[in-house]
Each structure stands twice: as C-alpha cells, then as structure tokens.
C-alpha cells in the first residue's frame, strides 16, 4: 500500500485489509463472470488527494475508458473504473470468444437464420474486428457490466470492512479521448484535497497483461468513518 496521507496504524491495517478483500472477489469474478484466463495479478492502493495520488500518475496522455457510479447511504461518493486505451483494446481482444458467446445466448434463431444475423465484427477477422464501431459498442456494455460487478463488490468489502453500507446507481460508460472527463471528475473545483483510495491491478494472461484502476472517492465526512 502506498500511503500518501497520514493513517493510523488500525486505518493502514483496515485498508490494506479491504484491499486483499476486494480485488481478491473481483478477480474471482472476473474470471468466472467475464471468463477472463487470469493467470496471475498484482494490486496496489493509494490513498491520497489526486495531485498526490500515484496510483494516478499512469495514464499518459491517451484516451481513456471510465466507468463511472455514484455511491450512496453511509459512504456517500463516487466510484470508477478506468482502462487506457492499449488495456480496452487487449481486454477486446481477450473477450472476443465471450461477447461471441453473448449474442449467440441472447438469439432465438435457429442456427440457420442465425449465421445471415450475425454482425459484422463476429465474421471479421481480429485485425478488423477492432476498428469495427459496433465491435467497440458491445465492449463498451461490457465494460459497464463488468463495472457494475465490480462496484458492487468493493461496495460489499466497505461493509465487510467497516461495517458501512453502500447503494450504488447503475454505473454509465464513457469513452474520454482528451482525458477531460477524467480531469474534470478528479481534479477540478473545490476538491483538491478530497482523498481518493485508488486501486491499480495489474492482470497476467497467456497472450500479454492490462492494467484497470478502481477509483473509490468517498466524501469527506465518508471517509472519516473509515
């Protein structure tokens, strides 16, 4: 853990402890929901205001991929999930054989009629399937349910942990070409030294690695039930 503002002993122990709780259920589920072939992983938190945050320091300068979900009840606050580019577009490619499997599940056809429905990307070849728009489409509401999934189990860690009780609203994708909205949510206005838990995970497969970050931004008062 990198602790960028001061914690007690206890507080260093509880977020190291929602940590392992945490991101061990997501990568169980990212496995067995999303069928991810996860071999291994690596998982850091950062707890610390956005310009000091250096779990936040990673980015670059490329477009980025932000789920995003308010949080509600005793922590009030916002969550998020961020991918970079280079981590959307392997996380496609990964995916390829599940979001196939999804339309197959979501037809009624009989197989047939089923080959002249299929989209374009499911006949393409993977170099093409990329650029393909309605490709990026079905990632994207993957990406949001994969969001979804993964909000509500750090949400389920907070209680596990503190004891708090967190509602979360359906999480809504966008895709941020200059990083504005990124900029925008964590380091403008009138919350400079608002604290954000930021988790980095880094996922090993057999063709490469991605990174996705879990960003928990707790309200002031949330945050010093913690």
């Known amino acids: 853990m990198t602790r960028q503002t001061y914690l007690t002993s206890d507080q260093e122990y509880q977020f190291n402890h929602f940590l392992l709780d945490g991101t061990s259920n997501a990568l169980v589920a990212l496995q067995n929901i999303f069928e991810l072939n996860i071999t291994s992983s690596d998982s850091t938190i950062s707890i610390a205001p956005a310009v000091e945050n250096e779990n936040l320091?990673?980015?670059g300068n490329g477009p980025l991929f932000i789920v995003s979900s308010k949080l509600a009840n005793d922590v009030r606050g916002n969550f998020l999930l961020i991918l970079r580019w280079k981590d959307f577009k392997f996380?496609?490619?990964v995916m390829w054989p599940v979001l196939s499997l999804m339309f197959m599940s979501k037809s009624d056809l009989d197989l047939g009629s089923l080959e002249g429905e299929k989209p374009a990307w499911m006949v393409a070849d993977q170099a093409a399937q990329l650029g393909d728009?309605?490709?990026?489409?079905q990632m994207m509401e993957a990406l949001g349910e994969m969001?979804?999934?993964?909000?509500?189990?750090?949400?389920?860690?907070?209680?596990?942990?503190?004891?708090?009780s967190v509602n979360h609203t359906?999480?809504?994708v966008m895709k941020d070409p200059q990083?504005?909205?990124?900029?925008?949510?964590?380091?403008?206005?009138?919350?400079?030294d608002k604290v954000h838990m930021v988790i980095e995970n880094e996922m090993f497969f057999d063709k490469g690695a991605m990174k996705m970050w879990c960003v928990v931004s707790p309200?002031?008062?949330?945050?010093?039930?913690?």
């Open 147 to 164: 969001g979804n999934v993964l909000v509500g189990l750090y949400s389920k860690s907070i209680f596990n942990v503190y004891g708090l």
């Open 170 to 172: 359906l999480p809504i």
């Open 219 to 226: 309200a002031r008062e949330s945050f010093s039930l913690m």
């Open 57 to 59: 320091k990673h980015f």
């Open 133 to 137: 728009p309605a490709y990026q489409e």
């Open 91 to 93: 996380l496609s490619e």
């Open 179 to 192: 990083q504005t909205i990124f900029q925008r949510m964590l380091f403008s206005g009138n919350d400079s």
